[in-house]
Nanobody
Framework: QVNLVESGGGLVQAGASLRLSCAASGTIYSQYHLGWFRQEPGKEREFVASVHWRNNKKYYTVSVEGRFTISRDAAMNTVDLQMNSLKPEDTAVYFC??????????????????WGQGTQVIVSS
């Protein structure tokens, strides 16, 4: 059982940066993927970024490539999302998630079986 707690959300202006952090309790095995998803009201939760715990391979959705960076610290059991050049369309609740296996791939939310409670990010224009 993995428990995830996010922190670092807030209200910023367009162009600013935010860093989200996710603390994981429980054992993160080497084959896990840890990821970030986001959800706007009335919309489906969408993939943002993920990282393989052992080999550090990273995945990003197209809209955040070059602006967001996912990183993991295996010693601290944390996964962070550095968000730069934020846009109003990045406004959403951001969720940290863990996948023990990825039968639908590391970018599909159906692969993820542990979720944090979410942290709100608001980007004003």
């Amino acid at each position: 059982q993995v428990n995830l707690v996010e922190s670092g959300g807030g209200l910023v202006q367009a162009g600013a940066s935010l860093r989200l952090s996710c603390a994981a309790s429980g054992t993160i095995y080497s084959q896990y993927h840890l990821g970030w998803f986001r959800q706007e009201p009335g919309k489906e939760r969408e993939f943002v970024a993920s990282v393989h715990w052992r080999n550090n391979k990273k995945y990003y959705t197209v809209s955040v490539e070059g602006r967001f960076t996912i990183s993991r610290d295996a010693a601290m059991n944390t996964v962070d999302l550095q968000m730069n050049s934020l846009k109003p369309e990045d406004t959403a609740v951001y969720f940290c998630a863990a996948a023990t296996t990825t039968p639908w791939g590391p970018t599909n939310r159906r692969s993820y079986d542990a979720w944090g409670q979410g942290t709100q990010v608001i980007v004003s224009s």
